[in-house]
T-cell receptor
Framework: DAGITQSPRHKVTETGTPVTLRCHQT?????MYWYRQDPGHGLRLIHY???????DKGEVSDGYSVSRSKTEDFLLTLESATSSQTSVYFC??????????????FGQGTRLTVV | DQQVKQNSPSLSVQEGRISILNCDYT??????FLWYKKYPAEGPTFLIS???IKDKNEDGRFTVFLNKSAKHLSLHIVPSQPGDSAVYFC??????????WGAGTKLIIKP
């Protein structure tokens, strides 16, 4: 199994509070991703990183920010949590293998509930 | 605008029979396609992939077929086993190595 750890695994927070989710990898993969999974939507990309301090937005980035100060860690911050951000969040890592070939490895997920 | 579509939210198959999961895509620039399997309360795990230069890839009970002209791929599982019950996601990779995901199909294997 790829070494990816997400913390916390579960969190309940109040509307309007900031929340930070952490993803830690031991594989030295260049790319890291944050997804959210909601019923009927599959996996939607929030933000991704293609290197230290190199990040970009995904399709559902509003209300989220990320930081990657070192290869191993990718942080996702909800600046002011809203109920619509209640979801399961997955971190993934990948290393490009050429010609579009890439395989993502996922963490176990963080279940976030905003009340 | 969904670039990768899995039109069947769920599929029920008898144990021992063939399971066929379908995926359609709209972007002809996708280079690589992958199938992932997800159990409840776990992250998705890689199952099988196929490059756009091939039309078939096989790994044990799992075979993925790619029809580029139809922009369609399918995952065949033969024979289906109870442990195959899970949600299956189709994904496509572009030249920027971004993975675009389908919404998933829940496969239920009946004993």
């Amino acid at each position: 199994d790829a070494g990816i750890t997400q913390s916390p695994r579960h969190k309940v927070t109040e509307t309007g509070t900031p929340v930070t989710l952490r993803c830690h990898q031991t594989e030295n993969h260049r790319y890291m991703y944050w997804y959210r999974q909601d019923p009927g939507h599959g996996l939607r990309l929030i933000h991704y990183s293609y290197g230290v301090k190199d990040t970009d937005k995904g399709e559902v980035s509003d209300g989220y920010s990320v930081s990657r100060s070192k290869t191993e860690d990718f942080l996702l911050t909800l600046e002011s949590a809203t109920s619509s951000q209640t979801s399961v969040y997955f971190c993934a890592i990948s290393e490009p293998l050429g010609q579009g070939n890439t395989e993502a490895f996922f963490g176990q997920g963080t279940r976030l509930t905003v009340v | 605008d969904q670039q990768v579509k899995q039109n069947s939210p769920s599929l029920s198959v008898q144990e021992g029979r063939i399971s066929i999961l379908n995926c359609d895509y709209t972007n002809s620039m996708f280079d690589y396609f992958l199938w992932y399997k997800k159990y409840p309360a776990e992250g998705p795990t890689f199952l099988i992939s196929i490059s756009s230069i091939k039309d078939k890839n096989e790994d044990g009970r799992f075979t993925v077929f790619l029809n580029k002209s139809a922009k369609h791929l399918s995952l065949h599982i033969v024979p289906s086993q109870p442990g195959d019950s899970a949600v299956y996601f189709c994904a496509a990779s572009d030249s920027n190595y971004q993975l675009i995901w389908g919404a998933g199909t829940k496969l239920i294997i009946k004993p």
